[in-house]
Structure formats: C-alpha cells, structure tokens
C-alpha cells in the first residue's frame, strides 16, 4: 500500500515533478533595458523555478549581478534593476534536482579569472559531473557552490586559457561535459548560447528590433516584447557581438532527444517548443486518451494546471462536456506549514478545491498529467467523492513513469515509482477511482502529430539517449546526486 505522508502538503511538493530551471540573456541595441527585459522573461519562466532567481548585467566588461532565495517579484524591485544598468545581461530561476536549496547555489554564477569576468546561466544536468568536479578538485579547484553548473562554468574558464576566443572555449568545454544543458554564457564582450547535443532542454532566440534575446521559452520571449527568431539548435552555439550573429555547429551531429515531458507538463501553455505547440500536443494526448480509455461519463474535468487542456482535448474528441470541476490556489507556496496533524492534512483542500456544483451527482472523468509516487491522486479522488461525485473515472495524459530521470527532472528512484510497484490495476484501487487509464508509451509521437521531433521518453522506457555513469545511478538510488 501507499504510505501516508506526516504532511498532505508535502504529498504535493514531493508528487509534482519540477525541473531544473529557467534561463533568459539579452544582448541590447541601447534601445532596450536589460535588466527589466529580463525581469519580465523570468516572470514568465517562474513556472520553472520557484526557490531562487538571478540577474547579471553586463556594462562594458564591468559585471554586476544581483541573486537571492525566493520568487522573481520578491527577489527584485525598481530599485534594483534599475542598478543593473548595461548592454548584456544573463538570467535564472532555479529548482534545485541537483545541488541543494541555498542562495549559494542560486544563478546566474559570476567568476572573476585571469581572462576576465564570465556569468554563466544553466538548465539541466550533467551525467559527468561528479567525475569532472573530482578531477578539477584533485587540481586544486575550489568550489563555492554544490551545483554542476559551477562545473561548466570551470571547464569554459580553463579552455579560455588556451583558446582564442569565449566560443572556442565554449566548443571545447562541450567535448567534455555530457548530459543536459541549455546555457547562457556572458564574457565582457559577448553573450552566448549553446544547447548540448541531444537538445535535452529548449532554447531559442528572438529579437526586440536589433537586440538579441535567448530564452528557455517562447512565451518569455512574448513577455519581453521580442519576436521569435527560431530554436536554437541541438549542439549549436549561437554568439551575438559588436559583429553581429554567428552559429557554430560543429557539434550539431545528434538525433534530437527533447524530454517529451516539456510538451506534457513544464512548458507553458502559451509556448511553442521546437515548432510544435504546447497547448495542441495536450489537447492531442487528452483525443488520444479520450480513444483509448472511452467511458460513458458526464463531465470531463482537468487538475490544474497541465491537466486542464488535455481535457479539453479528452472533451472533444469523446463529445463529453467539459467543465471546471477543480480550483487551484496559486498563492500558496512548497513551504506552507501548519502546526497540527489535522490542519496538515487540510493542506491538500487549501491547494486543491473541487467545485460541488459541477461534480455533484455526476460521472467524472478526471484529467491529470501524471503520478509520481501515488501520493496525492487518491486524496482528490477522495475529494471529489465528498463533493458528491457518483463516478470519478481517472485518466493521465502521460505514461506510467518507470526509470528516473538523469537530465534535469527530479523523478525519484524506482523504489518510489509507484508503477514499478503496483500493476495499473492496483494503482486504480489505490487512487479509488472507479477506472484508471495512461497515455500508452507508443502514442508519444502521435501526441507530437508524428511531426518526426526526436524526444526523450527515457523516464517511460528506459532508453537512456545519453550515458549514465555509476556515480550517477548511485547518485539516484541514495535519493538524489550531491552536484
């Protein structure tokens, strides 16, 4: 059986998956303010992170940055951006899978060495990190941070000193490093982004008139008032200078492997990923489950928020009607504590709350995007049951998770998978719903419209696109890598 958690907050903090961060970096015309754009793009990419955020300027090979714990409205005000004052400026927001939750760890990361002043900014994880900090440290590396993009930042500075420019050292570095990175790296003179070789992670670049933006989404592009430009591509280093904009693809050479797990749950909305869109590709998996798990029902709800529109897209294709039948409390954070047990256990009602006038008396299809552990389903299954809910029929827009996850997700071991414990009829019995169906594992490319976009469905099969290491695997069954 599932084991209750002390706190029924925490079944939602350690049930919901996060992924690592968020990343955006301006290079300015003089028109733009790069501080404030990039406020407005961490706004939009706070989805990704909520422990920490950061802001590097860059004014004319002087770098200052200003980084702390907490939301990206509470971290920064006009008084601040307006001391950030430059042309080029590299942001963050962060949630830690790798490194633990401390302002040291916060990004963007700023290194004084012989060459200069680098700020680095980085989403995802490496699988070589332990290895590289190891080497570098039996060199006499000393390490501020607890985070592999501290790792990075070291490689690039130690292949400056024997490269000729910022990007060579970039290119070099990416020889070395292996895993998931989309980066944003700042010298005094330039601003630079490089995706690894598989494209684990989304980047992609756009343009306020003649200044260059890269951000992790599209829709922080939008936020910042920039055009979309394109993808950066898998393996590509794109530098943007006094000269202008050039690509470097010499590592260019990879099948993509996009974690498919963008399209289903971290992504906004509102995002265009690798030209396919978010909204539409849940849309697509509700039509897909709405043909493969069919029921007679009178409602067709969604968990907030991922869960939403595939129902919408369960809806349509099935004919049932959807409504809201859930409401999310955006305003309450991970580090909500109540005192007592029996005010804990009301932590689940204050972040979810079914809506009795929808589900009363009604056949339910409930849509979510996912279990974890199985730790949180049965609660809203329970909770749509006392709202007077006759049938709840549970229906998940993705696969049953069975491997974790190495590239930047903080999906747990498979101790803690409660598929790779439970067949799916146990999981039914368990959540207490009256039927339980998956977006089968082969219809992940049909939920992308077969568009031929490589992705990364490891964490559903097991095909691990890029290497894993022993201390990685290690790393994971003790519960999380140290880096």
């Known amino acids: 059986m599932v084991t209750p958690l002390n706190s029924a907050f925490d079944c939602f903090a350690k049930e919901e998956l996060h992924e690592e961060c968020g990343v955006f970096g301006i290079y300015s015309d003089g028109n733009v303010n790069p501080a404030y754009a990039c406020y407005n793009g ?8 909520q422990e920490s955020c950061g802001i590097a300027v860059n004014d004319c090979g002087v770098i200052e940055y200003h980084k702390d714990m907490g939301l990206v409205s509470e971290v920064f005000n006009n008084s601040i951006l307006d001391s950030l004052s430059g042309q080029i400026a590299v942001s963050h927001v962060r949630y830690s899978t790798a490194g ?47 985070i592999d993009s501290e790792v990075i930042a070291y490689v690039i500075a130690r ?64 936020a910042s008032g920039a055009e ?34 963008e399209y289903i749950y971290f992504a906004r909305t509102d995002s265009v990923i690798d030209g396919i869109s978010v909204y ?7 039509r897909i489950l709405a043909r493969t798990f069919p029921v007679e029902a009178d409602l067709v709800i969604g968990v907030p928020e991922s869960g939403i529109d595939a ?75 006392n709202a007077g809910a006759k049938e709840v029929h549970l229906r998940i827009s993705s696969p049953p998770f069975m491997w974790p996850c190495y590239y930047g997700t903080d999906i747990p071991s498979r101790g803690e998978l409660i598929a790779c414990n439970h067949t799916i009829d146990e999981i039914c019995k368990l959540s207490g719903a009256d039927s339980l169906g998956f977006l089968p594992a082969q219809s992940l490319s049909e939920m992308l419209f077969d568009s031929g976009c490589g992705f990364c469905d490891a964490c559903f099969t097991g095909n691990y696109p890029a290497g ?16």
């Open 42 to 49: 961490l706004l939009a990419l706070q989805h990704r992170g």
């Open 100 to 146: 633990g939750s401390v302002r040291e760890n916060a990004q963007p990361l700023v290194m004084r060495y012989k060459k200069g002043t680098l700020s680095i900014a980085h989403n995802g994880n490496l699988t070589n990190a332990v290895e590289i900090r190891r080497e570098l440290e039996h060199r006499g590396a000393i390490f501020q941070t607890t």
């Open 159 to 222: 292949e400056r000193m024997k490269s000729h420019s910022v990007e060579e050292a970039v290119s070099a570095a990416m020889t070395q490093i292996e895993g998931a990175y989309s980066l944003l790296v700042m010298s005094p003179r330039k601003l630079i982004a490089a995706r690894d070789p598989n494209g684990f992670r989304p980047l992609c670049m756009g343009k306020i008139e003649n200044s260059i933006v890269f951000a992790s989404e599209t829709a922080a592009l939008d």
């Open 228 to 261: 979309f430009v394109r993808d950066v591509e898998p393996g590509e280093i794109i530098v943007v200078d006094s000269n202008g904009v050039h690509s470097i693809k010499e590592h260019c050479n990879k099948k993509k492997s996009l974690c498919v797990f």
């Open 280 to 286: 539409q590709a849940r849309k697509q998996a509700g």
């Open 311 to 385: 129902a919408i897209g369960y809806s349509e294709e099935s004919g049932i009607p959807y409504e809201k039948g859930i409401v999310k409390n955006n305003y309450i954070g991970r580090t909500f504590i109540k005192p007592s047990q029996e005010e804990r256990m009301q932590s689940v009602r204050i972040k979810l709350n079914p809506l009795i006038t929808s589900v009363k008396g009604k056949r339910v299809v409930m849509i979510d995007d996912s279990i974890v552990r199985g730790t949180t389903c049965d609660r809203i299954v329970t909770m749509l049951r």
């Open 468 to 483: 894993i290491t022993t201390e990685m695997l290690k790393g994971k069954e003790r519960g999380g890598m140290n880096y």
